[in-house]
């Protein structure tokens, strides 16, 4: 309700053209190379696209408590789908690197998991009304409606024409036009233990008026059942470092080494030239 209440607002006569659909612990990071998403969005509307998906990455915390996570994480996982065919590979580094992460899940939830939130991206849609598919059917804001956390929908529409992303493989799933240079979402999920032990994972899991979680992950049920019970600061903070972060130091080298893991730190470092600045 929020983003179509945003949609309606913000498009034309106030001159919005896109809209992102991003929380408050994700950041859109620009392309490779690129100081600015202005060009990328600009190529688009060129390109006749409506909605973009963007390839996500969730951060990796190295420390148990950060009070600004955006200037002190700058560890993260890759998407699995923009990773080449290493990946499937037995015995490769990168393949190798994955088990880690699955294993030591396994281990502690039952369950193998790499990424501990969504991997399937965010998405923006373009608001102007001057966008047309490939049919040359013009399309305004008031066709647009929130299909979701990740993505839009829009009325007349038949599948994916004119939506384009830069993850591999919902390009292909989806018949999407794939554009492999493009910005990124950095999520920087749970990246303390306080952000850890008070995440609504009972919001996230979707519980219903019976108490479950129907289909949703058996872990997301485990970390609610945590809160409600009000397990001890060491049991949480067990649960951060066996599950969610990585505090060892060679392993940590392995995983960037490999490819799985990678550094971005351009986040931070922007955001403390703009406070030595404002001081």
């Known amino acids: 309700l929020n983003c179509e209440h945003c949609v309606r607002r913000l498009a034309t006569p106030h001159g919005v053209r896109w809209l992102l659909h991003i929380d408050s612990d994700e950041v859109l990071l620009p392309a490779d190379g690129q100081e600015s998403v202005r060009a990328h969005f600009t190529a688009l509307e060129a390109a006749g696209c409506w909605q973009f998906h963007f390839c996500n990455l969730e951060a990796v915390p190295q420390q148990l408590e950060t009070k600004d996570p955006f200037r002190s994480v700058s560890l993260f996982k890759q998407s699995l789908g923009q990773l080449g065919a290493d990946i499937q590979k037995a015995g490769t580094p990168l393949r190798d690197a994955l088990e880690y992460w699955l294993k030591r899940s396994y281990a502690r939830l ?98 219903d008026e019976t108490g479950t979680f129907g289909a949703k992950p058996a872990f997301v049920a485990r970390w609610s059942r945590m809160q409600k019970d009000g397990r001890s600061a060491d049991s949480n903070a067990e649960e951060f470092r066996s599950v969610v972060g990585l505090f060892d130091a060679g392993e940590t080298r392995r995983q960037l080494a490999s490819g799985l893991l990678m550094r971005i730190d351009c986040v931070a470092r922007f955001l403390t030239c703009v406070h030595d600045e404002c001081d």
């Open 110 to 207: 039952a369950v193998p998991i790499y990424f501990l939130t969504y991997d399937n991206g965010k998405a923006a849609v373009r608001l102007d009304g001057t966008d047309s598919d490939r049919d040359g059917d013009c399309a305004s804001s008031s066709s647009i409606s929130c299909g979701g956390v990740h993505g839009w929908r829009r009325s007349g529409v038949v599948c994916d024409v004119g939506c384009h992303t830069n993850i591999r493989e919902r390009a292909r799933r989806f018949n999407m036009t794939y554009c492999a240079e493009a910005p990124r979402v950095l999520h920087y999920a749970c990246c303390s233990l306080d952000a850890f032990v008070s995440k609504d994972w009972r919001g996230l899991g979707y519980m």
